[in-house]
């Protein structure tokens, strides 16, 4: 799984000019699922969406998760994020997982966020044409991937 990991003052997702998802201050999480993801990928995703401190305390530090800001999430699924560019010019998608697996793991990224939080997780919809409009706060934006859990 790999996602992109935006904190924003705000940020919705529009489909066919209704909107599915919007928050006010808190993470936009663009989410890539590849066909080898387990649950247990999900799982430490899940918990580092979560428990990640990536907005500001009192003192102007990095300190607080969403969390701890009571902050919301709008979750994007998005299989662009595994594009390879390294032939042509022409990005290849194969190493994205496919709808029947990709879609199951979005809905429980949503869930097990939405537990997590005590909260519902706002959602685009899977496979849609979606328009994301968000305002970048900071711009504090982070990418990991679960292929290389050591580096985060």
């Known amino acids: ?71 919301n999430i709008l979750l994007i699924s998005q299989f662009t994020l595994f ?9 290849s998608f194969l190493r994205a997982g496919k709808p029947d697996k990709a879609k199951p793991m979005y809905e429980e990224m949503g869930k097990f966020l939405s537990d997590g939080l005590g909260k519902t997780v706002q959602m685009g919809i899977f496979g849609a044409d979606m328009k994301i409009d968000l305002r970048n706060d900071g711009p504090v934006t982070i990418i990991m991937n679960t292929k290389d859990k050591d580096n985060f």
């Not at 993801?37 to 969406?49: A, H």
């Not at 594009?83 to 990005?91: V, Y």
């Open 1 to 71: 799984m790999r996602a992109v990991i935006q904190r924003v003052t705000h940020a919705s997702c529009t489909v066919d000019d209704h909107i599915t998802g919007k928050i006010e201050h808190g993470l936009l999480v663009l989410l890539g699922v590849e066909e080898e993801d387990t649950s247990e990928d999900l799982q430490w995703l899940g918990q580092k969406l979560i428990n990640l401190r990536i907005f500001s305390d009192e003192q102007g530090l990095i300190n607080k998760s969403i969390q701890d800001i009571q902050g």
């Open 83 to 91: 594009a390879q560019t390294k032939k042509g010019n022409r990005p």
